[in-house]
C-alpha cells in the first residue's frame, strides 16, 4: 500500500508499544480490507486473518470493510475512531479487539483511503492473554513448519513374545527453533483445530512411506510393518483416500506393511457406509487397521463392529496399573477375550517393566510396545543399532 505506507507504519509503531498483537491495513476504494504490503506487523506481527479467525461469525472480510469504510467516511481529517469487535478465534475461542479506524486524507476534505489497526484486547496483561499469546506465535511457527523441515518422524518398534521386532510406529515430533523438540501433545491439538493437520498428516504419510521403502529394500528389515497415526479430522476430509492410494503407489511400498493406527476418539457419526466401504477397500488393498488407545475412548462396540480391524491396542493406562491394579487385569483380560472371539490381535503398548511384559505375555497379547523395548527414534539411530536396539530386558527396571 505504498500510497499510505508512511502513516501507516508510524501509527503502527506507536501502538506496538502496547506489546500485544497489532494490525495494520487499509480499506480500498471498494471497501475490501487489505493489508499492508509488505506487511506492517509488529514484532509480534500475527496477520489480521489469523488473529480474526473465523472472520467476525461469517463476517467475510469484505463485509467487515465496508462496516469499517461506513464509520472511516464519518471522519474529519485527523480524526481517529474506535470500534469494540467481538469474535470467535478458532483456536482461542472468544476474542475482543479494538478496531482504531483513522481517515487517510492526502490533501482537502477528500479522503484518500482510510486505515484500521486492530489490537487483540482479550484478557491483555493477565496469563490467559500469555498463553493465548502463545498460542498465536506456535500457530504462525507451525505454518511453515514443514517447509523449513522442522518435523519429524521418531520410530519406536513392536516386538512379538520374544522380543523379535515386528515393525515401528511412527511417531511425529516438531524441531522448534526455540523450544526443542516437542512431542505431538503440544501442537497436534492446535493443528487439529485449525485444519493444519491435513497437510501435516500427508507430509506423515510420505515420510512414513518413504522410509517403509527403504526397510522393504533391506534384507534385515523387509519384515517390518509400519504403524501410522491418522486422526478423526484427517480421515474425514474428502480425498483422503484418493491421496492415500495416490501416496502409496509412488512410494512404491508393499501395502500389506503399511499399518494405519485410528483411534477411538474418532466420531460414530463418521462411521457412514462410505466411510466404511473406503476402508475396506483399503484393506483388501492389503494395508492393516490398528484400533488404536483402546479403552480410553468411547470405547464402544461399534467401532469393532465398523470397523474392518485387524489389531486393538490396549491403552497404556491399562498397563501402567496391570501388576497392582485387579481392574486393571481384569478389563485386559476382557479386551482378549473379546479380540479372540472376533479374531483380532491385540497389542499392549506403554510397557515399561519386565514384569509387565511377563504378565501381558502370559495373559495372551500378541504384541507389545514401550520404553522396556525401545524409545522412540530417528529412522538413523535405529539402524545403528536395530535390531540389537532391543537389548535383553533386565530382571528389575523402571523406565
Ligand atoms: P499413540 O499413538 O498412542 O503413541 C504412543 C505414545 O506413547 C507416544 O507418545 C509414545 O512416545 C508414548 N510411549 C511409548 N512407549 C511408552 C512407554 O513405555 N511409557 C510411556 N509413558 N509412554 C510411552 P507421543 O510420541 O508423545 O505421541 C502421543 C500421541 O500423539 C500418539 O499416541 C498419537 O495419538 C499422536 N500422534 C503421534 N504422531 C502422530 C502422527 O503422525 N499423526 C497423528 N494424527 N497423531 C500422532
Ligand atoms: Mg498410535
Ligand atoms: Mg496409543
Redesign the pocket.
Known sequence: MPATAAPCQTTVLDLALDHVPVMAGRIDAQHRLCFANPPLTTALGFPLDKLLGSRLEQTCLAGLGELFARHCQLLSPGEVQVCQLSYQHPCLGQRSAEVTLASHHKQGDNPAGWLFFVQDTSESGNQASAASHQQLELEQALTGAIQRGELV??Y?PLVDAEQRILGM?????WQHPQHGLL???EF?PLA?RNGM?LG??QW?LET?CAQLAAWQQDTQRRHWTL?????AR?INEPGFFERLDATVSRSGIDSRGLQL?L?ETMPLKGLNRALQHQLQQLVDKGVVLVL??YGAGYSSLAYLKHLPLSWL?I??SF??GVLEDMRDQKIIRAILSLAASLELKVVA????TREQFDYLRNAGCHAF????FG??LPAEQLNAHAPSAVAPAPARTG?
Open positions: 518422524l521418531h519406536q510406529e511412527a511417531l511425529l515430533g512431542a505431538p501433545a497436534l487439529e493437520i501435516i498428516g506423515v512414513a504403524n501410522v497415526n491418522i486422526s484427517q493406527e483411534t488404536d488407545d491396542k491403552d497404556q498397563i501402567r503398548e506403554g510397557v515399561e510396545q514401550g520404553y522396556l524409545r522412540p523406565s
